[in-house]
């Protein structure tokens, strides 16, 4: 491997002192009133502050300084004394700094001043300002230089760095801007080429620097100044179309010319036919490999945007560590709340030892505790007829004369009460130290549950979030922000599009279905003052609407609330609550339960743990004596599975080709009671099946009579819950009633 890379370090090397060797013989073409030659003097001590050996430099120099009709006898001493100095003195070759090498160059500069004078003492000012030009030339040759021994390194090129190449290219090209024939010119066909490469990596700032070398070639030949306006036309078109690939950017300089009518120019230095072919050629021939890279240095965006991705990606890894972890830990302390189940016959116990207690002074024991089973037995049997208020009689094998009889069944009956109260509190704490193993358990899920969700995130999942903002890009939304991540087994994706939006929320649907390649559903659309917010997932098997038809007098609020939530992983759940009495509490009440039960849906609760907590948190909110019923249907949209769940709510109907059933569970509404439990019925759904939930205004209008009621009306094929609250008004129903018609598709 060593050797690998000091073959690489030599063959680089190589390659500098050819190119600056060719590049200081060329540029040693340009120079002031023939004589001086700045632009190569610049190159030589650029190269020097670099740190880097000019004697290629510095030989192309005296080759070039006599190549002309007139000899460049200041430069080529001056080149010459200035290698030598920084050959053989070490504190500037070595250790001097930029400073110190530029005042040795002037230096050298001004003892060899005197040769400028061969030629008439009127060349004085031009050797100061050639001396001058050098100097500015000199730095930006430096960045060229330094920006080249750095570029195996995997970075962007930072602006000055790029500026500098830029002016580096433009020199070049008016050194060889005399390589012409007849209407083709070498520096307008690399002006085509490298422009269109430019405007492929930079886009218009790659159009600027084109349009700078035409100014420049325009101002050093003094040709006509409409190739400036024909080559700033072709690549701000180029500019613009550069996404669509190399044919667009070609095609734009086509246009261009063909406007301006260049094509038909006979002129060496304009877009003739010539010089556009060259060009043209020239850049599509380019491997592709090459823009890539040309892009990969030059433009900061794409690096910018992977390394805010990575960053994002990194952060979203450690946060997914610390909330599994977090998961763990409650999942770990759910432990300190298990109680195992044990047998204890506490009642039994008790009561025997308050038997005992009297027995023990009498001198009749023996005779009655001669069979300890049978008297244990019987004392059991007063305990309970005395508690229930019974009268008791001594019972064999207890004395029928016994003296001690009453005191016998006071202490028997007491010892029974404080041993049901024992047991009374011991299942209040087991079952509360159940509800808290429960709660941190299932809380422990769920975060293990989030954290899985995000480490889930794949480079798939990333191509494809790129795919659909590219889309809805073009189709002219403003994404502010987009996440696509998969949540069980099914990809969500969450977006904010800024405001206005130039069309409907469907068609932002569509759009994102075209790119990503599968049928959505919407779970939930958002909008606030600047944003609108949307969550799409994937579409399932089974599609789930309903109908909500609703009665309340006039002036009145309705005690009814109804609510359809959809939640992540294909599944819908919808809701109708009934709170207790009429108005406004009422209302509060029903829209509370509601809101409870979706939003330990959307938290990611498990399902046994939100049907529990409705009731728990809806009564630890009510200030009031109030409670309200709550009828939910949750159904996997993915399988058909459904569960439907009654707290104190009437029974609800499954309408099944024509058929109804009859769908009913016993439990106390919520807020009653912490312990109150609801009914859970699961059941699987066809397409094209239906469920009627009817709140207590309509079941009390038809009682019994419900379900023959539904059956009359799917009969008639008329609407299901419009035509029920005519019924139900018909038979004088006044209350409020509430008809919700779940329909699968």
């Known amino acids: 491997m060593r050797k690998q890379e000091q073959e690489r370090t030599a063959l680089a090397e190589t390659v500098v002192l050819i190119g ?89 500069g ?185 892009r990969q240095y030059t433009d900061p965006r794409p690096f910018r945007e992977r390394m805010m991705q990575s960053a994002v990606r990194r952060t979203e890894q450690r946060a997914s560590l610390a909330v599994a972890r977090m998961g763990k830990l409650l999942g770990g302390f759910s432990g300190m709340f298990h109680v195992a189940e044990r047998e204890d016959d506490a009642i039994g116990r008790w009561t025997v030892q308050g038997a005992l207690a009297i027995c023990r002074g009498c001198e009749m024991r023996r005779l009655c505790w001669k069979d300890a089973d049978a008297m ?50 011991s299942r209040q704490a087991q079952a509360q130290s159940g509800f808290v193993e429960r709660q941190f358990s299932g809380a422990g899920a769920a975060l293990c549950s989030f954290a899985r969700r995000m480490q889930s995130r794949s480079t798939a999942s990333v191509r494809r979030e790129e795919r659909i903002r590219a889309r809805l890009e073009r189709a002219g939304y403003a994404v502010e922000t987009l996440d696509l991540y998969e949540s069980d087994g099914t990809d969500t994706i969450v977006l904010s599009l800024r405001r206005p939006l130039c069309t409907k929320h469907s068609a932002v649907r569509r759009e994102i279905e075209q790119a990503y390649g599968c049928p959505l559903r919407c779970l939930r659309v958002a909008q606030s003052e600047h944003l609108v917010s949307f969550r799409f ?39 109708l609550s009934d709170g207790m009495g009429r108005g406004r509490e009422a209302r509060r009440e029903s829209e509370a339960a509601i809101r409870l039960l979706f939003r330990l849906w959307h938290a990611g609760v498990e399902r046994e743990l939100i049907y529990e907590n409705v009731n728990r948190m809806l009564l630890a909110q009510n200030e009031a004596d109030m409670y309200a019923t709550l ?16 707290y104190g709510a009437p029974p609800s109907f499954l309408v099944r080709e024509g058929r109804v059933s009859t769908i009913s569970g016993e439990a106390l509404p919520c807020g009653i009671l912490a312990e109150a439990t609801p009914s859970v019925t699961r059941i699987r759904l066809r397409k094209n099946d239906r469920i009627v939930l009817c709140s207590d205004g309509v079941q009390d209008m038809f009682g019994q009579e419900t379900e023959a009621a539904i059956q009359s009306i799917e009969d008639k094929g008329q609407r299901t819950g419009e035509q029920l609250l005519e019924m139900a008004k018909a038979r004088g129903g006044a209350d409020d009633m509430t008809v919700m018609v779940i329909r699968v598709a």
């Open 20 to 108: 600056g060797f060719v590049g200081a013989l060329l540029l040693s073409r340009i120079r002031i009133n023939g004589v001086h030659m700045p632009l190569s003097m610049g190159l030589l001590l650029g190269c020097r502050l670099a740190g880097a050996d000019p004697a290629a430099i510095a030989g192309g120099i005296l080759l070039g300084a006599f190549a002309g009709f007139t000899p460049a006898w200041q430069d080529a001493a001056t080149a010459l004394l200035f290698w030598t100095i920084t050959q053989f003195v070490p504190k500037i070759a070595k250790d001097g700094t930029k400073r110190v090498r530029i005042a040795a160059y002037l230096l050298c």
């Open 110 to 294: 001004l003892l060899t001043l005197p040769l400028s004078a061969i030629g008439g003492v009127k060349d004085l000012p031009y050797a100061a300002l050639s001396l001058a030009v050098s100097t500015i030339c000199a730095l930006c040759w430096h960045a060229v230089f330094r920006t080249i021994a750095t570029m195996n390194r995997a970075r962007i090129l930072a602006e000055a760095e790029q500026a500098a190449i830029v002016l580096g290219i433009g020199m070049l090209l008016l050194a060889v801007s005399d390589a012409a024939l007849a209407s083709w010119s070498l520096p307008v066909t690399l002006i085509v080429a490298l422009g269109a490469a430019a405007v492929h990596a930079r886009g218009i700032t790659g159009a600027a620097a084109a349009i700078l070398w035409t100014v420049m070639l325009t101002l050093y030949k003094g040709s006509d100044p409409g190739l400036c306006s024909s080559v700033a036309l072709g690549m701000l078109l180029a500019a613009t179309l550069r996404e669509k690939g190399k044919l667009f950017v070609v095609g734009a300089f086509f246009a261009s010319g063909l406007l301006f009518r260049t094509y038909l120019d006979q002129q060496a230095f304009s877009l003739s036919a010539p010089n556009l072919a060259a060009g043209s050629l020239l850049f599509c021939v380019t491997p592709k490999a090459w823009l890539s890279d040309l």
């Open 376 to 425: 244990r037995d019987t004392i059991l049997t007063l305990a309970v007829q005395a508690n229930s208020g019974a009268r008791v009689t001594p019972i064999e094998p207890i004395d029928e004369y016994c003296r001690h009889f009453s005191d016998l069944c006071s202490s028997v009956l007491l010892s029974y009460q404080q041993a049901q109260n024992r047991n009374a509190v």
């Open 537 to 575: 997932e994937q579409d399932a098997v089974l599609h789930a609407g309903v109908q909500i038809t609703r009665n309340t007098a006039p002036g009145t609020v309705s005690g009814d609330a109804t609510g359809e939530c959809r939640i992540p992983g294909g599944r819908v759940c919808f809701a």
């Open 631 to 646: 009828d939910a249907v949750s159904i996997d949209l993915n399988t058909g599975e459904a569960e439907v769940l009654k």
